[in-house]
């Protein structure tokens, strides 16, 4: 599933500390990237990810981790990951958008990483989304993708001057059984990663993230290495 190696180029992975950013650090790497990660903290319910996504940047060697504070998404709310007064969902998923959909929050990464790209010259941009195992988020969509690709491409003097940089989002049409399987065969270390939307030191095993991601391992015939409550 990997695609060539990419000698002598920087790319900017938006590093959640979760499975499948983590799984783009791995594939980004393994295409010859100088890795640049960007972990934002948001002051999301699980922001436990960030310590996660410190080792994951750790382990790969990184040759810079910027680590972005940022209030707005949690004094706006309107998401379960971003208002404690919404409680985390545990039914599974859905056909409806869930409330763990927080609103902007790629938008905003994706323009971020771009401005960091743009100052740092890197080449591609690594987003974990995916439209297949996915909870029914707007933003992780392909058309999404697509229409920030070209907002950057317009929007940036890198753009202009004929040397855009590109989205890549290598998980879009996998399911989370096959992306397991190619972050196997890649070597990454899932054991220091965290999926659950609870924020808690071992994982709750219910919330809708959580459901996916055990479902995937099991899929693709692995046993999850991170600790969940008995």
């Known amino acids: ?12 992975v938006i590093l959640s500390g979760g499975l499948d950013s983590t799984t783009c650090m791995g594939i980004a790497k393994d295409r010859g990237y100088e890795l640049y990660p960007l972990t934002f903290d948001y002051g999301q319910r699980h922001s436990v990810e960030v310590a996660h996504a410190r080792r ?3 382990f790969y060697h990184a040759t810079v981790h910027q680590v972005v504070k940022m209030d707005f998404l949690r004094q706006i709310g309107g998401s379960a990951l971003t208002d404690d007064n919404v409680e985390v969902p545990t039914t599974g998923v859905g056909e ?6 927080v609103p902007g929050r790629n938008l905003l990464f994706l323009s971020m990483a ?95 993230s959580c459901r996916l991601r055990l479902k995937g391992f099991a899929e693709a015939g692995y046993t999850d290495p991170i600790p969940y409550r008995k």
């Open 56 to 58: 994951v940047a750790a």
């Open 114 to 208: 771009g401005s960091y790209a743009e100052v740092i010259g890197a080449n591609a941009i690594f987003i974990g989304v995916n439209a297949l195992d996915y909870s029914g988020y707007p933003d992780c969509r392909p058309e999404f993708i697509a229409a920030v690709q070209e907002a950057i491409r317009v929007g940036t003097k890198a753009g202009v001057d004929g040397h855009p940089i590109t989205i890549e989002a290598p998980l879009m049409h996998w399911t989370k059984a096959e992306i397991i399987r190619e972050g196997m065969r890649l070597g990454v270390p899932y054991e220091l990663t965290t999926s659950c939307y609870q924020g808690g030191e071992e994982a709750c095993g219910k919330c809708d």
């Open 1 to 12: 599933m990997s695609a060539g190696k990419e000698q002598g180029k920087k790319a900017v």
């Open 96 to 101: 409806d958008i869930p409330v763990t959909y």
